[in-house]
């Protein structure tokens, strides 16, 4: 994803809000009362709200307290500790003005609290502001994951990434394989043409690198200066070679002028594969580090080339 897309990009689709409440009666009322200004979902008990928060990713849940089974402290304390759902805003809807409630509701991670019976106005407003804030937090999140530079993910967002893909291949015994890229004889472009041709080589390069990795499990990140790493799950060996050879061709056909290359008269890329199958034994970091042997050996047997 690139940061234009986010800042720039197609007007923002309607926020999503999830209404929790095991009576009909109140889920008509605020459905009636937000159906204009957002894209409504509903669950009628705590196991079904779950089950519609790993599905729809709302924005905002607005989460009634006393239900059967699961009540909503269950719900919200669930959907906290569960990394896909956590950064859902929750609004508790409470029957009646109790303090220990309150703080226990906020304790669980609750953004706020609407009162029974609902206050149209009022409700409408906690819910704008809360749609807001989530709006801004999750630009920002996204910001702090990208390059500043290329827009493509930062070593942030890699190191976050890269564990959970290893964990995921773990389980279902597939490979995942690595590819790091190097721009060859950078210093040197710098050199002859200026640090702002410089930045702007960088990004015509990322931009390449992120359309040529298309799968939607694919990761493309900025690794360091001049270097971009990829992440390909549940791909052989082959697969990530085919992938690189891909990638190398893909940055020569650019033809961005380097007359003081030593490997041809335009801008080229060396790349290194690896592919692990992950098991208790072997920590991502070994396949860095293997990728990179890789990487030294398509610099060292004469650069724009890929080595696996
Ligand atoms: P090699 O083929 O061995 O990779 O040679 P190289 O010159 O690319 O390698 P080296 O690591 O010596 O140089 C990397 C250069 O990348 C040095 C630095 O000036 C440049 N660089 C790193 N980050 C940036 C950046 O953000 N913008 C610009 N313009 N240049 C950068
Ligand atoms: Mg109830
Ligand atoms: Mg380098
Ligand atoms: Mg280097
Ligand atoms: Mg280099």
């Known amino acids: 994803m690139f940061i234009d897309e986010y800042v720039l990009g197609a007007p923002p689709e309607k926020c999503k809000i999830l209404l929790v409440d095991d009576q009909v009666v109140n889920i008509k009322i605020l459905h009636q009362l937000l159906q204009d200004d957002y894209d409504i979902y509903m669950a009628r008990d705590g196991h079904q709200a779950i089950d519609m928060c790993n599905k729809v990713k709302p924005d905002l849940v607005l989460l009634d307290i006393e239900m059967p089974v699961l009540n909503g402290f269950d ?113 040197s472009f710098n050199d002859t043409y200026g640090h702002t041709e410089g930045d702007a080589c960088l990004r015509q390069v990322a931009q390449k690198i992120h359309d040529t990795v298309n799968r939607p499990y694919d990761f493309v990140a900025r690794f360091g200066g001049e270097e971009f790493v990829c992440i390909l799950p549940n791909t052989d060996l082959v697969g990530g070679t085919y992938v690189a050879q891909q990638i190398v061709d893909s940055i020569v056909s650019l033809k961005i002028a380097h007359e003081s290359s030593q490997v041809s008269s335009y801008v080229t890329i060396s790349a290194g594969v690896a592919t692990i199958v992950p098991t208790r034994d072997v920590t991502a970091n070994m396949l860095i580090e293997a990728a990179d042997k890789q990487l030294y050996l398509a610099k060292k047997r004469g650069r724009n080339r890929v080595l696996g």
């Open 75 to 187: 719900v919200c304390a669930h959907l906290k500790n569960d990394p896909n759902t956590q950064d859902i805003a929750v609004i508790f809807i409470s029957g009646h003005f109790d303090e220990d409630k309150e703080v226990k509701g906020f304790k669980l991670g609750a953004v706020d609290f609407i009162h029974k019976p609902i206050n149209p106005v009022i409700t409408k407003a906690r819910v704008k502001n809360q749609i807001k804030l989530k709006s801004q937090s999750d630009l920002l999140r996204s910001i702090a994951l990208l390059d500043g530079l290329t827009g493509v993910a930062n070593r942030r967002n890699f190191e976050q990434v890269l564990p959970v893909t290893w964990l995921q291949c773990c389980r279902e015994q597939q490979p995942v394989t690595m590819i790091l890229l190097d721009i060859d004889f950078f210093k």
